[in-house]
């Protein structure tokens, strides 16, 4: 039987030879291509400003520094989401609340949310599960009453809107990850966007060790100061020429990632045992995620049968030891965590996925649940 991978990244032979063109040129970093990505990165998203990164968890981190959180303060996150977001709220010595979510969205739930409020809570940083995007009205409109900063983790939601916004433009930022399973990839990387120009020069100093010129501002070498610590979570320029095409190219790889949702959808319509999100205009689909009560038996069958899936996650972030430890947690108050992380598969979506094998994989788990 043929095998279906997972996922396959959408990079094309045009690609490869401008990374190729790139890495001839020696000139590998500090480029123009860094600042051509982060411009389409602004035009895709409508974001005044965006800031290249090594990646999400980077972007992550100095977000969560540019806003300012630290010791003493709670910051809000949902129990189900990659490790990554409550590291960096921790990175900063400020403490990472668990919220449980919504079943089977993934995404935050606000009635837990509200009732994880202290009057530490300095941030909320919420997570579009899968790409399926939050009710940032109802997030923001709560939060914005309760003096708390919203930070979006758009890891998964490259190409997400609510009500015809981008994802990462209803907090102070969005953070975006390129990973290779992503929508778009440049090996490892990400983004930051925001709207806010003094939040900008605070990242843009924060990922480059606190330097306070760009080398193109410079009037001489050498020519700059360090007013504050900082890191080095720059992006290649040959990572970023790699962004600038596949940015370029988003939207039809978008647009075919709809296609393929809707006959997921079309497919598991009159199954019984399987439950999945309504089709979404909205959502960009990082992964089409169905919900099986015999989630492992079907894992482990698909494997046999050469058919790659992912599990966006099983455990809930209270249940990793350090956190459980540090934090005395149970996950007896994160029910739906709990829930969705022991029925969720993340199925096959990328552009060079047919449609034949779509309905392979759905054929394959009906007989199955
Ligand atoms: C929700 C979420 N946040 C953050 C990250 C971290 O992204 P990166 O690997 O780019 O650091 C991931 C990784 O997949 C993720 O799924």
């Given at each position: 039987m043929k095998e279906i991978k997972f996922s396959i990244p959408n990079i094309s032979k045009q690609d490869i030879n401008l990374v190729g063109k790139i890495i001839r040129s020696?000139?590998?970093?500090?480029?123009?291509?860094?600042?051509?990505?982060?411009?389409?990165?602004?035009?895709?998203?409508?974001?005044?400003?965006?800031?290249?990164?090594?990646?999400?968890?980077?972007?992550?981190?100095?977000?969560?520094?540019?806003?300012?959180?630290?010791?003493?303060?709670?910051?809000?996150?949902?129990?189900?989401?990659?490790?990554?977001?409550?590291?960096?709220?921790?990175?900063?010595?400020?403490?990472?609340?668990?919220?449980?979510?919504?079943?089977?969205?993934?995404?935050?739930?606000?009635?837990?949310?509200?009732?994880?409020?202290?009057?530490?809570?300095?941030?909320?940083?919420?997570?579009?599960?899968?790409?399926?995007?939050?009710?940032?009205?109802?997030?923001?409109?709560?939060?914005?009453?309760?003096?708390?900063?919203?930070?979006?983790?758009?890891?998964?939601?490259?190409?997400?809107?609510?009500?015809?916004?981008h994802a990462g433009n209803f907090g102070v930022s969005g953070s975006f990850s390129f990973y290779p399973t992503k929508q778009i990839t440049t090996g490892e990387g990400g983004v930051v966007i925001t709207n806010d120009k003094n939040f900008y020069d605070k990242i843009r100093k924060l990922k480059a060790f606190g330097i306070d010129k760009d080398i193109k501002d410079r009037k001489k070498q050498g020519d700059y100061d360090v007013k504050s610590l900082g890191f080095n979570y720059r992006m290649t320029d040959f990572q970023a020429a790699l962004g600038y095409n596949q940015v370029k190219k988003y939207k039809k790889n978008l647009a075919t990632r709809h296609k393929i949702a809707k006959r997921y959808i079309k497919n598991f319509s009159k199954v019984k045992n399987i439950r999945f999100m309504p089709y979404s205009k909205d959502s960009s689909y990082f992964v089409f995620q169905i919900f099986c009560k015999n989630r492992d038996n079907i894992l482990r069958e698909l494997k046999r049968k050469k058919i790659g899936v992912s599990v966006h996650y099983s455990n809930p972030l209270p249940k990793m030891t350090f956190y459980k430890k540090k934090y005395n947690l149970s996950l007896k108050n994160f029910k739906f965590a709990s829930i969705y992380g022991k029925r969720n598969i993340s199925l096959p979506m990328y552009p060079k996925l047919k449609i034949n094998e779509v309905d392979k994989i759905c054929d394959t788990i009906i007989k199955l649940v």
């Open positions: 020696g000139w590998l970093t500090h480029g123009k291509y860094t600042s051509l990505f982060e411009n389409e990165i602004k035009k895709f998203t409508k974001a005044k400003y965006a800031v290249s990164v090594s990646s999400c968890t980077a972007g992550l981190h100095i977000s969560c520094l540019a806003a300012g959180f630290k010791k003493g303060d709670e910051v809000i996150i949902p129990a189900q989401t990659h490790t990554a977001t409550a590291h960096a709220v921790e990175y900063t010595g400020a403490k990472a609340i668990f919220s449980d979510v919504d079943y089977p969205s993934g995404n935050i739930s606000l009635i837990d949310l509200k009732r994880k409020v202290t009057k530490k809570t300095k941030g909320l940083i919420v997570v579009h599960m899968a790409g399926y995007p939050c009710d940032m009205k109802k997030i923001m409109t709560f939060c914005k009453k309760n003096k708390i900063q919203v930070l979006e983790d758009c890891a998964h939601a490259m190409g997400s809107f609510f009500k015809g916004v």
